[in-house]
């Protein structure tokens, strides 16, 4: 059941009330209104007041505050979860942190965009205020952020929409990450959030990071941070030596965002694993679509890939996408070569014939066998242009692009001045 904070201070939260009545069949019962999956109740005092507001509710598994965003960011939706990790000036304890709900988090940015009106931006922000005692996953759905938008019907109706598209929405379901670093608004997460199938908990802006001060001073908070998001990585915007340090000593993993990209519906397990036997993703490991528990490790094909990458790269990059668990890759994974993790050999012989078809676009023969692929092409050969008496210039390229040139009043025909070569790329 999610538990629905609405508070008689805040006009806002009072226009987002209405709508959800308006939206949805409630039954009041006394001081609260009930609908399938909803208890909605007003309070006098202002949200980050409310710590302990889950006593009283019938037991939500998340609280959601329906709240007015104060700033000078323009018509704007925005969500976020509760603490502080410094001094609670705004609501809350010092150095205290809410449990969060990523999952719910996630649908509600995602209501936000569906809802919005057009006029409207949908963003997070921070941790940055109370309550933190809240008794239950909990975060703020806010709109802002000026009295124009509170008293705005079209916006609060679609706030209280997005918050009824929560319904059955585990909050602390799917993979999480904690944020350290960057500006108020958190840009990075909020592309992380709306690129990848991650969520986030916990967000410590720079000016948090201040407030808070040394962080080896401070693991409970940081520490906190991990337990109240339910997980192990976070991503840190930003030079913070110190931090990493500390976050490392308390056996948590700083992660950069092209590893949560690359991550990116891959089973964690599965990373964790393929990480161990193989390359990290900041090192070049990336993952195809092939994802397995069951796998062998083989050395990929690196000559056989540069030539079909010769014909098409991106063609040549979705072929070790396509049929493999992971490759390592250089050149801040442009290049694929070193080793792969392929379900079984089948999946292995199947990548080196789609290379192999590549190659079939470029050159008269292409054979392959149990160890090997073999190409066989007819190709200009600039030593027997020499030695036809072809200058070196437009003529040589003519005769490479199959046209004949005359040469002291003689036809050089570029079967002339052509060799048949064989290369085998071994498999």
């Known amino acids: 059941m999610i538990g629905v904070v609405v508070s008689r201070a805040d006009e806002a939260s009072v226009a987002i009330g209405e709508q959800l009545r308006a939206l949805a069949d409630w039954t009041k019962d006394g001081g609260a209104w009930h609908r399938d999956g909803f208890e909605l109740r007003e309070f006098d005092e202002w949200h980050v ?14 609280v959601v505050f329906a709240s007015r965003h104060s700033g000078e960011t323009g018509p704007l939706l925005t969500a976020h979860h509760t ?57 703020f759905a806010e709109l802002g952020s000026s009295e124009d938008e509170w008293r705005d019907d079209s916006a609060a109706r679609a706030v209280a929409q997005a918050i009824l598209d929560l319904n059955g929405v585990s909050p602390r379901g799917g993979r999480a990450l904690v944020g350290f670093g960057g500006g108020h608004y958190v840009p990075r997460p909020t592309r992380i959030v709306a690129d990848t199938d991650w969520g986030f908990g916990h967000i410590a802006a720079d000016w948090c990071l201040a407030d808070m001060g040394d962080p080896d001073a401070h693991r409970d908070t940081i520490s906190r941070a991990f337990e109240a998001t339910g997980t192990e990585y976070a991503v840190v915007d930003g030079e913070k030596p110190a931090l990493e340090t500390t976050i490392d000593d308390l056996g ?77 890759t250089t050149e801040n994974g442009n290049r ?38 073999t190409v066989t092409d007819t190709a200009f050969d600039p030593e027997l242009a020499q030695e036809a008496g072809v200058p070196e210039g437009p003529k040589f390229g003519r005769l490479a692009s199959g046209q004949p040139v005359e040469v002291d009043g003689e036809r050089v025909a570029p079967e002339d001045v052509s060799r048949k070569r064989t290369v085998r790329y071994g498999v």
């Open 252 to 328: 948590y993993r700083v992660v950069s965002e092209t590893w949560v990209r690359e991550t990116d519906g891959v089973p964690l397990d599965l990373v964790e694993t393929l990480e161990a036997e193989l390359a990290n993703v900041d090192d070049g490991l990336r993952f195809g679509e092939n994802a397995s528990e069951e796998y062998v490790v083989a050395d990929l094909p690196d000559d056989l890939w540069a030539d079909a990458h010769s014909v098409s790269p991106e063609r040549a990059r979705r072929a070790a996408r396509a049929h493999t668990v992971a490759y390592e």
């Open 336 to 373: 694929v070569e070193g080793r792969g993790a392929f379900h079984d050999r089948d999946a292995y012989d199947a990548y080196v014939e789609r290379l192999a078809a590549l190659l079939r676009e470029k050159y008269d023969d292409v054979e392959v066998d149990a160890d090997a692929v």
């Open 49 to 62: 007041e409310l710590d302990g507001v889950t006593e009283a509710f019938s037991d939500p598994d998340l």
């Open 83 to 139: 603490g502080n990790f410094g001094p609670g000036e705004f609501g809350g304890d010092d150095y205290a942190l809410a449990e969060t709900a990523p999952a719910a988090h996630r649908r509600l940015l995602d209501g936000f965009r569906e809802h919005a009106p057009d006029s409207y931006e949908v963003g997070m922000e921070c941790t940055h205020h109370g309550p933190t005692e809240v008794g239950a996953p909990s975060l």
